[in-house]
């Protein structure tokens, strides 16, 4: 093994005579090997000052492009060299696997990387992971890494988005607002991570306030908005509790205001218990039995 500098062996990286870089992302963690060629660094994708990283993470891998700048490393294997495509796919695939069942309109698109990298052709399917310490996100780093006859591991950013019909202010609006309809357009939008919390039932505007100006362009999210009350402290409700299929329903009167979707308490008229329940649009407050 070559020597390295402090520095770089404080982060856990070593220099082997046959040119490969290996990383060890803890004291406790098997050393992934990263086979780069020159330009060196090329193994290693550009990591956005965003990206869903550990400072302790995102050190390591820039000690690893480091490293590999003042290393003169040999090409792959004459068995062939490993696509690059098939890489940033292993990624990509990776992260569509975790996304929840169901969901529609979700992109997710894997940086390119440098076109002069040549990895040693992998003999069997490569295996995607987050790096260690790293979460799900909008922005994330995928370790692509072949196990099997090559021993090399690339860290590959990953961007989620999704395609939404965003409601979008036509004009500008202040603060305490009551949009209207006409206020608003609904228009494709693609939107950074999963498509959580913005607005795309035009009946929602109805029952709920702006909190904040906003101008016009905007894309519309649930926590720009405030639900209205919908029922005052005495007002006579209707209590509802559904078990099995079955629904029982009830008066009732509310013993403080509710706004949509709160949780308050409400008397049971018949038998004058308090219960809880939460508020829908159409005063009925939905007990849980």
Same mark, same amino acid.
Request: aromatic fraction near 2%; proline fraction near 6%; charge should be positive.
């Given at each position: 093994m070559?020597?390295?500098s402090?520095?770089?062996?404080?982060?856990?990286?070593?220099?082997h005579?046959?040119?490969?870089?290996a990383?060890?992302?803890?004291?406790?963690?098997?050393?992934?090997l &990263?086979? +780069?060629?020159?330009?060196?660094?090329?193994a290693?994708?550009?990591?956005?000052?965003?990206?869903?990283l550990?400072s302790?993470?995102?050190?390591?891998?820039?000690?690893?492009?480091?490293v590999?700048?003042?290393?003169a490393?040999?090409?792959?294997?004459?068995?062939?060299?490993?696509?690059?495509?098939?890489?940033?796919?292993?990624?990509?695939?990776f992260v569509?696997a975790? +996304?929840p069942?169901?969901?529609?309109?979700?992109?997710?698109?894997a940086?390119?990387?440098?076109?002069?990298l040549r990895?040693a052709?992998c003999s069997?399917t490569l295996?995607?992971?987050?790096v260690?310490g790293?979460?799900l %996100?909008?922005? +994330?780093?995928v370790g *692509?890494?072949c196990?099997?006859?090559?021993a090399?591991?690339?860290y *590959?950013? /990953?961007t989620?988005?999704?395609?939404?019909?965003a409601? &979008?202010?036509r004009?500008?609006?202040?603060r %305490?607002?009551? $949009?209207?309809p006409?206020?608003?357009?609904?228009e494709k939008?693609?939107?950074?991570?999963?498509?959580?919390?913005? &607005?795309?039932?035009?009946?929602t505007l109805?029952?709920n306030? $702006?909190?904040?100006?906003?101008?016009?362009?905007?894309v $519309?999210? +649930?926590?720009?908005?405030l639900?209205?009350?919908? /029922?005052?402290?005495g007002?006579a409700?209707?209590?509802?509790a559904?078990?099995?299929?079955?629904e *029982?329903?009830?008066?009732?009167?509310?013993?403080?205001?509710?706004?949509d979707g709160?949780?308050?308490? *409400?008397?049971?008229?018949g038998?004058?218990?308090?219960?809880?329940g939460?508020?829908?649009?159409?005063? /009925?407050?939905?007990?849980t039995?």
């Amino acid at each position: 093994m070559r020597n390295v500098s402090t520095e770089n062996r404080r982060a856990g990286f070593a220099q082997h005579d046959n040119g490969i870089v290996a990383l060890r992302l803890s004291d406790n963690s098997r050393a992934d090997l &990263v086979s +780069m060629v020159p330009p060196a660094g090329a193994a290693l994708a550009h990591i956005p000052p965003d990206m869903n990283l550990p400072s302790k993470t995102r050190h390591r891998l820039r000690c690893l492009a480091a490293v590999s700048l003042l290393s003169a490393i040999p090409h792959a294997q004459a068995e062939g060299v490993q696509s690059l495509k098939s890489i940033r796919t292993a990624a990509e695939g990776f992260v569509r696997a975790q +996304m929840p069942a169901g969901a529609q309109g979700i992109v997710i698109t894997a940086a390119e990387l440098d076109s002069r990298l040549r990895l040693a052709q992998c003999s069997r399917t490569l295996h995607a992971a987050l790096v260690s310490g790293a979460q799900l %996100g909008a922005r +994330m780093a995928v370790g *692509v890494s072949c196990g099997y006859g090559a021993a090399w591991t690339v860290y *590959v950013p /990953v961007t989620v988005e999704s395609e939404i019909p965003a409601l &979008v202010l036509r004009v500008p609006a202040p603060r %305490g607002t009551h $949009l209207k309809p006409s206020d608003v357009a609904t228009e494709k939008r693609l939107v950074t991570g999963l498509a959580v919390g913005y &607005v795309t039932d035009i009946d929602t505007l109805a029952r709920n306030t $702006l909190i904040r100006p906003l101008a016009a362009g905007a894309v $519309l999210t +649930m926590d720009a908005l405030l639900p209205d009350y919908i /029922v005052k402290r005495g007002e006579a409700v209707t209590l509802l509790a559904a078990v099995g299929g079955i629904e *029982v329903r009830a008066p009732g009167r509310a013993l403080s205001d509710g706004r949509d979707g709160a949780r308050i308490k *409400v008397q049971n008229l018949g038998s004058l218990r308090v219960v809880e329940g939460v508020v829908d649009p159409t005063h /009925v407050i939905h007990v849980t039995p």
